[in-house]
Structures are given as C-alpha cells and as structure tokens.
C-alpha cells in the first residue's frame, strides 16, 4: 500500500490545495496517518511511504484534469513508483531513493513479518516473500519466480522492472 508523506514544511499549502479534506493541522494529520498505519500492518499489509511535494501534486492534478482529493493524493504515490529504502520517514544518512530509473535490488528492500515465519515486501505491485533463506516473487498477474535463493532476486527485480519500462516506453 502507499502512503503519501507530507513534510511538515509542506502541509499548509496541501490544506489550500486540498481544503476540508485533511485536518486544519499537521499534528493531526500525523495522528490519523499513524493510526490508519496501525490498522494497516496489523492487517500485515506493507507499506510503502512516498514523499510528495505540494508542486508535484498540483502538476499531477493539472495533467489528469482531476479535482483535488485524497484519493489523488494517494493515487501519486502509487504512480510515481517510488519507494524509500529502509524504515521511517524520508531519507536517512546511506540511503536513496529507489526508482524505475535505476536496477531494484533486493538490498532496496524493506520486508515485514507476514506470519508463519514469512516476510514481505511489496514493490510497485509486485510482492516479494521471504521465507527460510528462499524467495518468492508474485505479481498481479500470479507467481512469476518460485523458491529462488538470494542470488536470483536481484538479476529476477531487474528482468521484471526492466521488461515493465520497456512496455512503458513502447506504449
């Protein structure tokens, strides 16, 4: 699942662009982002946190001719396919951004505990399960690579991206 961030910096002008739809200030919006988080993971979804900028929104909403909602918001994050290394808010010391524009790998990930001893992470729609040392990788569309060691995750994310960039780049 993704999640648009909102740097406190930026919230004010969110609240011109989005109105009545989110609270009147920062401090609750971050408590119900944290509860809607809680509600998420105990259901073991994976979350992804995508910083959106209130420029980048505004284009976004410009170029779809689509009125301003949470719903968009939330639909940016998904589409700019960005995901942020590690845990946490943001970018930290060593870490990078993660995009199409350059190889996933499997050290770009952030898995959480899914049950019975597996872990997941999701990528763009693509699910990667981790079990005993072993990997698995879904997409939408069903299993793509089943029981892989470490080894072939890395060479399996960039087939996968790579070919979905081509696609991209044809249509």
Same mark, same amino acid.
């Given at each position: 699942?993704?999640?648009?961030?909102?740097?406190?910096? %930026?919230?004010?002008?969110?609240?011109?662009?989005?109105?009545?739809?989110?609270?009147?200030?920062? +401090?609750?919006?971050? =408590?119900?982002?944290?509860? @809607?988080?809680?509600?998420?993971?105990?259901?073991?979804?994976?979350?992804? $946190?995508?910083?959106?900028?209130?420029?980048?929104?505004?284009?976004?909403? #410009?170029?779809?001719?689509?009125?301003?909602?949470?719903?968009?918001?939330?639909?940016?994050? +998904?589409?700019?396919?960005?995901?942020?290394?590690?845990?946490?808010?943001?970018?930290?010391?060593?870490?990078? +951004?993660?995009?199409? %524009?350059?190889? @996933?790998?499997?050290? %770009?990930?952030?898995?959480?505990?899914?049950?019975?001893? #597996? %872990?997941?992470?999701?990528?763009?729609?693509?699910?990667?399960? #981790?079990?005993?040392?072993?990997? @698995?990788?879904?997409?939408?569309?069903?299993?793509? @690579?089943?029981?892989?060691? $470490? =080894?072939?995750?890395?060479?399996?994310?960039?087939?996968?991206?790579?070919?979905?960039?081509?696609?991209?780049?044809?249509?």
């Amino acid at each position: 699942m993704y999640l648009p961030v909102i740097a406190p910096k %930026d919230y004010e002008a969110f609240r011109k662009i989005l109105r009545d739809e989110i609270p009147s200030n920062y +401090a609750e919006w971050r =408590r119900d982002v944290d509860k @809607w988080q809680a509600v998420r993971r105990a259901q073991q979804d994976t979350i992804i $946190e995508v910083e959106i900028s209130p420029n980048s929104f505004a284009d976004y909403l #410009r170029q779809n001719d689509y009125a301003p909602g949470l719903k968009c918001l939330v639909g940016l994050s +998904a589409d700019q396919g960005e995901v942020i290394a590690g845990s946490g808010r943001g970018l930290g010391p060593g870490q990078e +951004a993660v995009t199409n %524009d350059r190889p @996933w790998r499997l050290t %770009d990930l952030t898995f959480v505990l899914a049950g019975d001893g #597996r %872990d997941r992470a999701t990528i763009n729609g693509v699910e990667v399960i #981790r079990e005993n040392g072993r990997y @698995w990788i879904i997409t939408p569309s069903g299993p793509i @690579w089943s029981n892989i060691d $470490e =080894r072939g995750v890395d060479p399996a994310l960039q087939y996968l991206f790579g070919k979905k960039q081509q696609q991209e780049q044809s249509s």
